[in-house]
């Protein structure tokens, strides 16, 4: 079964500074790989994803996240946060292919910028 | 516009007593899904659905039970409510591939005393 890791639970940074969240999952076959944000008492939504093709990925909010296959990464940046990003961030992998399977979410990483 | 919405939005109950929680989505998805989301343990998968009258459990699924009688509509029913399912819940929907977006209704806050 798939899993992934989120290696860093809370991650305060200073505004204008950059970021990394970190994510890694476990499957040794391909996937897909989800980043998804949820602000403060609101639903998740979609940041990014990687399907195929290019390693990096832009997403909404000047967030990217690079696909690192040897090292089964897909970790989160931001080259200058704002108070704005406040919120918790998960990484969710899904099976490669034509199938229908669950999304499998990580832990959550809460990301606190501070002015 | 298309959409996800849940109700209630926030409910207390008693231990032992019966509890619906409503989902319904405008898309016409085929997969919706049930999540609960704990400090520490992030989302984790209740029930699932990928069409009309199929039912799939998740990792957390004991206690819990849903239906789909319809494209609409998945309501999760938590039949004997324990403090242990003190929780928010989220729905999401998507169309049926792994490659698809999911969107997720603002969530349910269940407080069961």
């Known amino acids: 079964a798939q899993s992934v890791t989120q290696l860093d639970s809370q991650v305060p940074v200073f505004e204008e500074a950059p970021v990394e969240l970190r994510c890694n999952y476990s499957?040794?076959?391909?996937?897909?790989l989800f980043w998804y944000v949820q602000y403060p008492n609101q639903g998740l939504q979609l940041l990014l994803k990687?399907?195929?093709?290019?390693?990096l990925v832009k997403g909404i909010n000047g967030f990217e996240a690079e696909f690192n296959k040897s090292q089964t990464s897909f970790h989160l940046r931001k080259p200058s946060v704002h108070i704005s990003d406040t919120a918790e961030y998960f990484c969710?992998?899904?099976?490669?292919?034509?199938?229908?399977?669950?999304?499998?979410f990580g832990k959550g990483t809460r990301l606190s910028v501070i002015a | 516009d298309a959409e996800i919405t849940q109700s209630p939005r926030h409910k207390i109950t008693e231990t032992g007593r019966q509890v619906t929680l409503a989902c319904h989505q405008t898309?016409?998805?085929?997969?919706m899904f049930w999540y609960r989301q704990d400090l520490g343990h992030g989302l984790r998968l209740i029930h699932y659905s990928y069409g009309v009258h199929d039912t799939n459990k998740g990792e957390v699924s004991d206690g819990y039970s849903v239906s789909r009688s319809n494209t609409e509509d998945l309501p999760l029913t938590l039949e004997s409510a324990a403090s242990s399912q003190t929780s928010v819940y989220f729905c999401?929907?998507?169309?049926?591939?792994?490659?698809?977006?999911?969107?997720f209704g603002e969530g349910s806050r269940l407080t069961v005393l």
């Open positions: 990687y399907l195929s093709g290019s390693t």
């Open positions: 969710a992998v899904s099976d490669y292919g034509s199938g229908n399977t669950p999304l499998v």
């Open positions: 898309w016409n998805h085929n997969n």
């Open positions: 499957s040794s076959v391909s996937v897909y």
């Open positions: 999401a929907s998507r169309l049926a591939l792994n490659t698809g977006e999911l969107f």
